[in-house]
């Protein structure tokens, strides 16, 4: 079995049964400012972005539709904390995760995230490109 990726293949072996993969890279803007929480020891980098498509239809005129996620990242360094701010364009590669959670009417509720593991700021505010790789924290 081989999956082909963004800039690069990724080969998988199969042996028994079938290997999984979860992975997501997201292409979008941060539409609002991050929020940096401490978890015991680790900070808890959480924000929104969002990611568009569109395509032409059939009439010749074009279709936009926007997602929005969630992206968290444990052990964010401060500068890549500080630098995800509204409208700044970012690359995202994670994993993806579903969480629950109780609302105030006792039911379950259910949501998605996107687990980072790199966070590329591609432009800013600041015009600086940064880049986060640290391996610090633990990664749920």
Known sequence: LFVAGVGRSLRIKKRGKMKNLNRICALGNVVADGEVSEKGQYKLLKFRMATNRSWKKSDGTYEKETTYHTVERWGAHDS??????????????????????????????????????????????????QETREDDGPNW
């Open 80 to 129: 890549i904390s500080r630098a995800i701010v509204k409208g700044v364009p970012v690359y995202v590669e994670g994993r993806i995760a579903n969480s629950e959670y109780v609302k105030q009417d006792g039911s379950k509720a259910y949501f998605t995230k996107i687990m980072a593991d790199d966070i590329i700021i591609l432009t800013g505010k600041s015009e600086a490109r």
